[in-house]
């Protein structure tokens, strides 16, 4: 839909933001791309050429030279070659130009120097290398868990734990196959080789490792027991769950079970009694918190808070690839670590992938007649659970 004038102006009562830019001119070229470039790799945005800094319109002096010269830093500029909607909207008799980019669902967009830019608040910046795998990872073309864990050696593999998962999915002897272990381990993904030395991949220490955290302290899980509503409250004793993901999962639920509380109602002579939630429930949300998060955000734990009224599961990173709030409930998947929700698949803590949030809902339902709570708040995607009295 065309862009009105009201909707300029409301940009300009608004000023600059992080969808929002304003641009005098576009005299340097590689400065626009760049802004171009920064709205397509976060969430997209409209630049308004023929504005100040301030919000002052003061036009463009040729409109149609300036919508062509913006279609070629569009295409000749970025890599891969954006396609914006570049519009002319008169406000007070002087020509402004809107240029509105999408945000990308592709490899993120860089310049012809390899530069690849981000929008933070008001203003772009250089991607980090970090923030340049994570677009790469939400893309598909990139998966975090199969990369190498630096410092780590087959010393810190579980090998028990390993010939458990071979055996059962293969159904034989780890020997009857004759294969090496190195080279078992390098064809299920669990190991890798980096300059001559095998070392895990992500997904191998995390499903299969010796002292996980050690490693990768981020794969831990935070748990909270708040006396309370909300997380001003008292605190129980707090702990730091460690661990295998498999490991972790089942301690989870330990914790939920010791802290949580077990709501009852008289039914005639009979108390009936149902806990927080059914233990499916817990469990799917847990391991598709350890499933899905990511893992390249290495400051940033999962954290499993128990409130009075309600448990939530934090999970660092947000939805990935193309999942939105809506997609989620609707049997939709695309995994951020497709190698790690393989081995849970066939460690049997996964179900069929895509039934796990429609499950929950229903589960939940039937248990206590409410509906789970999906948020995205800052970089965390957020499950909470609601106690009731009543089935």
């Known amino acids: 839909m065309p862009l009105k004038v009201d909707d300029i102006l409301e940009m300009l009562t608004a000023g600059e933001g992080q969808t929002v830019e304003f641009k005098a001119d576009i005299s340097q070229r590689s400065d626009t791309a760049g802004e171009l470039i920064a709205f397509a790799n976060t969430a997209g945005g409209t630049m308004l050429v023929g504005v100040t800094d301030d919000g002052q319109v003061i036009g463009v002096s040729d409109p149609d030279s300036a919508m062509n010269a913006l279609a070629n830093i569009s295409r000749d500029n970025c890599r891969p070659a954006l396609y914006p909607v570049i519009e002319r909207v008169d406000i007070n008799g002087m020509p402004v130009i809107a240029v509105r980019v999408d945000k990308r669902t592709g490899p993120p967009y860089e310049n012809n120097s390899g530069q690849c830019y981000i929008r933070v608040g008001a203003a772009k910046q250089l991607a980090s290398a970090q923030q340049r795998a994570r677009m790469l990872q939400q893309s598909g073309l990139y998966h975090f868990d199969e990369t190498p864990v630096a410092g780590t050696t087959l010393a810190d593999l579980e090998r028990e734990a390993f010939r458990k998962y071979f055996e059962k999915i293969s159904q034989q002897p780890i020997e009857a196959t004759g294969i090496p272990w190195e080279q078992l381990l390098e064809g299920t993904r669990v190991a890798t080789t980096v300059e001559g030395a095998q070392c895990l991949t992500v997904s191998g220490l995390l499903i299969f490792g010796r002292e996980p955290q050690r490693h990768m ?24 769950l460690t661990g295998t993901l498999p490991q972790l999962v089942y301690q989870a639920g330990d914790y939920v079970k010791l802290y949580s509380g077990v709501y009852s109602q008289i039914e005639g002579f009979v108390r009936r009694e149902w806990p927080f939630c059914p233990p499916e429930v817990l469990r799917e949300i847990v391991v598709n918190a350890v499933a899905h998060r990511d893992y390249s955000i290495a400051g940033s734990q999962i954290r499993l808070f128990i409130f009075d009224n309600h448990l939530e599961v934090r999970s660092p990173g947000r939805l990935p690839n193309a999942m939105t709030l809506q997609s989620i409930r609707l049997y939709n998947h695309e995994s951020r670590n497709p190698l790690l929700a393989q081995f849970l698949n066939r460690l049997g803590l996964m179900e069929e992938f895509g039934t796990g949030i429609p499950n929950v809902i229903r589960l939940m339902r039937a248990h206590n007649d409410t509906e789970p709570e999906f948020a995205i708040e800052g970089e965390e995607f957020v499950v909470r659970l609601f106690a009731s009295g009543m089935a």
Not at 217 to 238: E, M, Y
């Open 217 to 240: 302290r981020q794969s831990r899980i935070t748990a909270v027991r708040f006396l309370g509503n909300d997380s001003t409250a008292d605190r129980l004793n707090p702990q730091e």
